[in-house]
């Protein structure tokens, strides 16, 4: 009896794009007049096309094709995403943190209401809501057949799997990564594809560092401390300042729906990046404005470092033009509906938020800058 398996990381990487993408056209249809969702959906799906005849006939120099990992491990990898997932709060099953209050609102109102959504006050919703997007339509779905209370139950659920979802395309991509390149066999196409290996230990290992990641904050109190405008202390270890690095399990706990994402978004950016070609970034960056777009910001630079290093390789790809033009446009315009963008702002204890962002007040535009791109870059 085989106790391996082998994944294809293709199929891992084509999936995990759809991941990100699918919500997109979901939002596209539902939040924009018909011939725009139709023609944006239709740009953005011709971009996936390319992208993913670019992925399946890739050069794998530098890379592995598939993955060699025992069941067990796989197994043991799965119940532990599952159990992650539940003690988060995702699901409703356990405790949740404060935060839960606005994202449970946010996946009832997508429920609840027509989209786009239009409260009676005249305001829309306006956030990063992609995540909810698959959730949601079953959570709708579920109400025209079996009511409001059901819809909620099985949205809930929809919303943990969509979430288990997510984590193992990360992990499963995080292993590829490091995968140990052991042999190499003949594909349907007659070529030769290199096969990793994922040993017990190295997925134990990246799996407790995936979960159990933190502690980054301290530069930044240690940055803000030289300047004597903190003090390092016990009681402050996920933040420092107005910002703050928080520890993977707890950013699950708290903002899943920008999480999620931004770890898929940056696994892709890994793997793309191995390649030596920049033909994905766009498509990489679009795909991730709907739902983390800080972490859409803080690539970008690091993207822009790779365009140099690589030569522009492949910088205008059609799957990188196609995201531009369907993506971009589109959030601008429904990021700027936002309050914090619109000139409403609020002042907070020590500082004043500006599109989602808390800034000291009296510091100075450089430092400002600098402080808001390195927070996102990291």
């Given at each position: 009896?085989?106790?391996r398996?082998?994944?294809s990381?293709?199929k891992?990487r084509?999936s995990a794009y759809?991941?990100?993408?699918?919500p997109?056209?979901?939002?596209?249809l539902g939040?924009l007049?018909p011939?725009?969702g139709?023609?944006?959906?239709?740009?953005?799906?011709?971009g996936?096309?390319?992208l993913?005849?670019d992925?399946?006939?890739?050069?794998?120099k530098?890379?592995v094709?598939y993955?060699?990992?025992s069941?067990?491990?796989?197994?043991v990898t799965v119940?532990?995403?599952?159990?992650w997932?539940?003690?988060?709060?995702i699901g409703?099953l356990?405790w949740q943190?404060?935060?839960?209050?606005?994202?449970?609102?946010?996946?009832?109102?997508?429920?609840?209401?027509r989209?786009?959504?239009?409260?009676?006050?005249?305001?829309?919703?306006?956030?990063f809501?992609c995540?909810?997007?698959?959730?949601?339509v079953?959570?709708k779905?579920?109400?025209?057949?079996a009511?409001?209370?059901?819809?909620?139950?099985?949205?809930n659920?929809?919303?943990?799997?969509w979430?288990v979802i997510g984590?193992?395309?990360?992990?499963?991509?995080?292993f590829?990564?490091?995968?140990?390149?052991?042999d190499?066999h003949?594909?349907?196409?007659g070529?030769d594809s290199s096969?990793?290996?994922?040993?017990?230990?190295?997925?134990?290992f990246l799996l407790i560092l995936?979960?159990c990641?933190?502690?980054?904050?301290?530069?930044g109190?240690i940055?803000l401390t030289l300047?004597?405008?903190?003090?390092?202390s016990?009681?402050t270890?996920y933040?420092w300042s107005?910002?703050?690095?928080t520890?993977?399990?707890?950013?699950?706990?708290w903002?899943?729906?920008?999480?999620?994402p931004?770890?898929?978004?940056a696994m892709l950016?890994?793997?793309?990046?191995?390649?030596g070609?920049?033909?994905?970034?766009?498509?990489i960056?679009?795909l991730?404005?709907?739902?983390?777009p800080?972490?859409a910001?803080?690539?970008v630079p690091?993207?822009?470092?790779?365009?140099?290093?690589?030569?522009c390789r492949?910088l205008f790809?059609?799957?990188n033009?196609?995201?531009?033009?369907?993506?971009?446009p589109?959030?601008v315009m429904?990021?700027?509906c936002s309050?914090v963008a619109?000139?409403i702002?609020?002042t907070v204890?020590t500082?004043?938020t500006?599109?989602?962002?808390?800034?000291?007040?009296?510091?100075s535009?450089?430092?400002?800058?600098c402080?808001?791109m390195?927070?996102?870059?990291?």
């Amino acid at each position: 009896m085989n106790k391996r398996i082998r994944l294809s990381v293709d199929k891992l990487r084509i999936s995990a794009y759809l991941y990100l993408a699918i919500p997109v056209i979901i939002f596209f249809l539902g939040w924009l007049r018909p011939v725009f969702g139709i023609l944006c959906s239709a740009v953005l799906a011709v971009g996936l096309f390319f992208l993913i005849r670019d992925i399946i006939n890739r050069d794998f120099k530098g890379s592995v094709r598939y993955i060699d990992i025992s069941k067990m491990t796989l197994i043991v990898t799965v119940a532990a995403v599952m159990l992650w997932v539940v003690c988060s709060g995702i699901g409703g099953l356990v405790w949740q943190r404060e935060d839960w209050n606005v994202r449970n609102a946010t996946l009832r109102d997508l429920i609840s209401y027509r989209w786009p959504v239009i409260f009676e006050s005249g305001g829309g919703l306006v956030y990063f809501i992609c995540f909810w997007m698959v959730p949601a339509v079953f959570g709708k779905t579920a109400a025209l057949i079996a009511g409001e209370e059901c819809a909620w139950t099985v949205a809930n659920i929809a919303l943990y799997i969509w979430s288990v979802i997510g984590i193992l395309l990360v992990v499963l991509l995080l292993f590829s990564y490091f995968a140990t390149e052991n042999d190499k066999h003949a594909d349907m196409t007659g070529s030769d594809s290199s096969t990793g290996s994922v040993k017990k230990g190295l997925a134990a290992f990246l799996l407790i560092l995936l979960i159990c990641y933190g502690g980054i904050n301290l530069l930044g109190q240690i940055l803000l401390t030289l300047r004597g405008t903190w003090a390092i202390s016990i009681y402050t270890v996920y933040s420092w300042s107005y910002y703050q690095y928080t520890p993977n399990a707890v950013l699950l706990e708290w903002v899943f729906n920008q999480t999620i994402p931004a770890w898929v978004g940056a696994m892709l950016y890994m793997h793309a990046r191995r390649e030596g070609s920049v033909a994905h970034f766009g498509m990489i960056c679009m795909l991730l404005i709907p739902s983390a777009p800080f972490t859409a910001v803080g690539i970008v630079p690091l993207m822009i470092a790779d365009i140099v290093a690589f030569k522009c390789r492949g910088l205008f790809s059609v799957s990188n033009i196609a995201a531009v033009i369907s993506v971009l446009p589109v959030y601008v315009m429904y990021y700027a509906c936002s309050i914090v963008a619109v000139g409403i702002e609020t002042t907070v204890e020590t500082g004043t938020t500006g599109v989602g962002i808390y800034t000291e007040n009296n510091s100075s535009p450089l430092w400002t800058f600098c402080t808001v791109m390195g927070f996102c870059m990291i």
